[in-house]
């Protein structure tokens, strides 16, 4: 990188000379050069003097970097500092290093996305980040980078060929898939604020934590069975054969005992460790579906990953926490309002309608409950719908067993779309502990005991 700077400067004289020459050829031709006027200009005409928009007339320099080798940070910020039309294309092929030994934690990120992230204080700096399998879709933000007058950084990841289980182009897209490495940038050539300048355009369901997907397989039975799951940090790294030591495939006869998927362990760690240890799905050598616990280390890892995910999300305007803010206290005024104006009017001057507001939701197989202020069954799945919040855990986690009425607030729309562990899932993660799963209504549904249990604190 300093080679490349220092020719770059060495050249700038020649450079000088060149633009000064077109200038007053430039002048000369339309018959406009006035000596006395003109002469004392360009030989005060200084290197640092260049705008954005001459320095163009001159190819850029493009740097490759790895992202492993020594320096790289310091030789990246004195690139991007430098605010000449350098390009650098960083080589990312490991994202998760192992810290020094007695710190018990990853460095995670420090090879990848968080160079990246640094990039975009410099402000006039065009950032873009991608993995390899996801060039093709970026191919317009990469044409405005290489366009950009001043230095742009280009982070790709590019696995090396044999760390992970996978191919190079399936290890890159889950890597993108996952959030260990998402696809973003940053175009200062946009405006001026960070609204219209950076996009996450391209990620997965760029609104959620991990992005989730439908898996249907045969169980034991020869039955098809249909599971909602989160692709997350651990499920990626789990394909990169250096890490196996994390995981631990768990026999089947011990599937019941204390385990949750790391999806949920993600949502809300258990506060004693041996009460809920986090498994992945995966696939044995005999294609038989089996559960890895994975080991706390990674789960922290795959915690710091989804810190860098909000951070991401926040700048991309998704849900960003002021805004959370500012709508949950007009919510809460606005309620209040409301309260009042119902307070003020008579029962019998209410009118009554159906599905509008209901206190409470119960969602019996194939019935919608009446409103029932009194006493709901603890036995019925049920929502107090005027309670909820709309942070769209729910909805988003069952889309087809939960849906919002006109106030933007959820009630149980269909059970049968979905598993009692979905329910006792979405109560689980409901902020506002709204939800009341019940009973089960499907005694063939597998981990009903365990269900039951976990169901029990919201009945
Ligand atoms: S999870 Fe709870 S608060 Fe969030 S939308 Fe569903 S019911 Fe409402």
Redo the contacts with the bound molecule.
Sequence with gaps: MSAALDSYRQRLPDMLSLLKALSLAELEVEGQFVEQLHAPIFDGMQSQDFTAAELQFFPDYLVTLDSDAPGVQADLVNALASGMPIKVLLEVQDLLEEAAPGQGRFSFGMRGSQLASMAMTFGDAFVLQSTASNLLQMRDGIQRGLRHAGPALFSVYAPADGESTLPCYLAAASAMQSRAFPAFSYDPGRGSDSAVRFSLANNPQPDVDWPLEYLTYADQDLQAVTEELAFTFVDFMLADRRHNRHFAVVPRAHWGEGLISARQWLKSPPADAATGLPFVLAVDDADLLCRVVVDERMMRAAQRCRESWHRLQELGGIHDSRVEALLAREKALWEQARAVDAAALSPAAVPAAPGNQPIVTAAVPGTVAAEDEAAPDPDKAY?ETLR????????LASPKM?AYDQNK??YIADLKAGTYRQLVE?AE????S??HPGKPWNPDEPGLDELIERARPFR
Excluded at 388 to 395: A, H, I, R, Y
Excluded at 429 to 432: L, N, R, Y
């Design positions: 929502i909820c919040s709309s942070c769209n855990e729910c909805t939960f607030q959820a979405a993660s409901c902020q506002v709204v939800i």
